[in-house]
């Protein structure tokens, strides 16, 4: 199943719900109504948590299996959230 992009001009499919949250993050920069909400993928607003950053400073970021990287702003600052070995998924 391919989950398409709603945005009007857009239209990008990707094969997960997951990478079309993170697609319309990045791209589409969607406006938050509380500075404290996060728009994203479930393991950004946990590490976010984790971090104590706060979203409106964040730059980009990047989910893996086992960590969140996340480019803090405005110096560009990296910051990394491990997963708890629990919680990896793809057991290397």
């Known amino acids: 199943m391919a989950y398409r992009c709603p945005r009007s001009g857009c239209g990008r499919?990707?094969?997960?719900?997951?990478?079309?949250?993170i697609h319309t993050?990045?791209?589409h920069e969607e406006k938050r109504s509380?500075?404290?909400?996060?728009s994203g993928p479930p393991e950004l607003k946990e590490a976010l948590e984790a971090l104590g950053i706060a979203p409106q400073n964040v730059l980009a970021f990047k989910?893996?299996?086992?960590?969140?990287?996340?480019?803090e702003g405005?110096?560009?600052?990296?910051?990394?959230?491990?997963?708890p070995k629990e919680e990896v998924r793809g057991g290397r």
């Open 34 to 38: 509380h500075p404290k909400c996060v």
């Open 13 to 21: 499919e990707f094969d997960s719900e997951r990478a079309l949250a």
């Open 63 to 71: 989910i893996y299996d086992d960590r969140v990287v996340v480019i």
């Open 74 to 83: 405005p110096g560009g600052k990296k910051r990394v959230w491990q997963r």
């Open 25 to 27: 993050a990045k791209v």
